[in-house]
């Protein structure tokens, strides 16, 4: 167990909704980054986030938000839900950044989004 | 933008037997880490290489990464049912200032008893 939690584990939505996801990271991380991994597919980078500021983004529409708290927990909010947008939803966190070089990545179990 | 691409997309394996996996990127990485994820789980990391050349081995597991530092290769030895999961490779461009992380499309590893 990586100590990395996400809620909730299944979710199912209709199209148009909106869906908040949300995760606690491993104690003394204090960046999270979030991916959407599709069936069959490796994760896709969405966003991450460095002391409560995102730190970079991957190619998804401005629908896909986040936030990092003090306590460097963190949210995914996905705002009009499309069908195409049923995926797992991994958070990930890690020690941040050493001499430049990204540390390993503590994965969550995944919340399972599906959209009707 | 940057691409992570690996082959086989799937290795069927007879117990006992060896295999090799590889990943290329379409830019110079600046570090390459393997994840193992196995059936219904999510990707534990297994290995990080930062220099070029660098070979590292974990029991039956030997990871490479390349000269040019734009791929990597998992040589798995003596395969047992314990190895069956999807095996991806990830990095960051070194160009990159977010160090985003692009996995590839992953090895998915089924194992014949």
């Known amino acids: 167990e990586t100590g990395v939690t996400q809620s909730p584990t299944h979710l199912i939505k209709t199209r148009g909704q909106q869906v908040t996801l949300r995760c606690s990271s491993q104690s003394g991380h204090n960046t999270v980054s979030w991916y959407q991994q599709a069936l069959g597919q490796g994760p896709q980078f969405i966003f991450q986030?460095?002391?409560?500021?995102?730190?970079g983004r991957g190619n998804f529409p401005p629908r896909f938000s986040g936030l990092q708290f003090p306590n460097y927990s963190s949210e995914l909010n996905v705002n009009a839900l499309e069908l195409d947008d049923s995926a797992l939803y991994l958070c990930?966190?890690?020690?941040?950044?050493?001499?430049?070089?990204?540390?390993?990545?503590?994965f969550g179990p995944g919340t399972r989004l599906t959209v009707l | 933008g940057q691409q992570v691409m690996q082959i086989p997309q799937y290795q069927h394996v007879q117990e006992g037997e060896d295999f090799t996996t590889y990943c290329n990127s379409s830019t110079t990485l600046s570090n390459i880490q393997w994840y193992k994820q196995r059936p219904g789980g999510h990707p534990v990391f297994l290995i990080q290489l930062v220099k070029s050349g660098e070979v590292k081995k974990q029991k039956r597991l030997t990871f490479q990464f390349g000269e040019a530092k734009k791929n990597s290769s998992l040589h798995i030895t003596a395969t047992q049912t314990t190895d069956v999961g999807t095996y991806f490779c990830a990095g960051p461009a070194s160009w990159s200032n977010d160090y985003k992380l692009s996995f590839g499309a992953g090895t998915t590893v089924t194992v014949r008893a």
């Open positions: 986030y460095y002391r409560e500021e995102e730190n």
């Open positions: 990930a966190s890690s020690r941040g950044l050493a001499g430049g070089v990204v540390n390993e990545q503590f």
